[in-house]
């Protein structure tokens, strides 16, 4: 989720973990200084501020006490800033980052591999990248979206997007777009199912991914009619059905 300041938001985020039964929350935008003191009962927190050290920017992780992790160190640039943590959870052992990039920084695709390095074999990250491309669901492909684009490719790194729209601008100058998305690689795609999610009040619609230790079984898209339809019996009754006289 994007925040633009978490601390007006705490007793917000406190509701959406108990009533949705988060584990790992990713928050972009937390704009935390070091003097921040935010703890929410029953989880710990992590943060990343922005490099010069005032409110804005920044990122934060929340993560359930009962799940075993450590904090990694954090990445902390004035065009990225990610809050780390590795996990042991199910079979595996994985990192999860929670990713912050303004929108005024471009990110060529060598410094986008630099960063992906850091996270290991085995990872998910996300909320807020602000780099738009087609093959997430975006309206257009940006220059950083390219960028990242090709620097996942060259390392055959996934995607986990359900192509909905999750930025609601106020500017009327501007139309909503798809800008929360995940990057994974190491975890079987089959285990992950990720849906859109309206509690919050953030102009970013917040996006939940579910992890398991098996296949998820994807509901199929609901139809109107099946192999099994009688045409023949549906044409006569409209045939007989039909007044056409009104």
Known sequence: MNANGLLNHKQEVIIFLNINKIDILLISESHFTNL?????????????????????????????????????????????????????????RFTVAAIYSPPRHNISTDEFKDFLRTLGNRFIFGVDWNAKHTHWGSKLTTTKGRNLWRA???????????????????????????????????????????????????????????LSTTAIDKPLPPKLTTRNTDWNTFQHYLEENTNLNI
Request: glycine fraction near 4%; aromatic fraction near 12%; charged fraction near 15%.
């Open 152 to 210: 996942m490719s060259d390392s055959n790194y996934d995607y986990i997007s359900n192509v909905a729209l999750t930025y609601w601008p106020t500017d009327p100058r501007k139309l909503p777009d798809l800008l929360g998305f995940f990057v994974s690689h190491g975890l079987p795609r089959n285990n992950c199912q990720i849906h859109s999610n309206y509690d919050l009040s953030s102009d970013h619609t917040p996006v939940i991914v579910s």
């Open 36 to 92: 921040t003191v935010f703890k929410i009962p029953q989880y710990n927190v992590y943060n990343t501020l922005h490099p010069d050290g005032t409110a804005h920017g920044g990122t934060t992780l929340i993560i359930c006490k009962t799940i075993s992790h450590y904090e990694l160190p954090s990445y902390q640039t004035n065009k990225i800033q990610a809050t780390v943590v590795e996990v042991k959870a199910m079979f595996w």
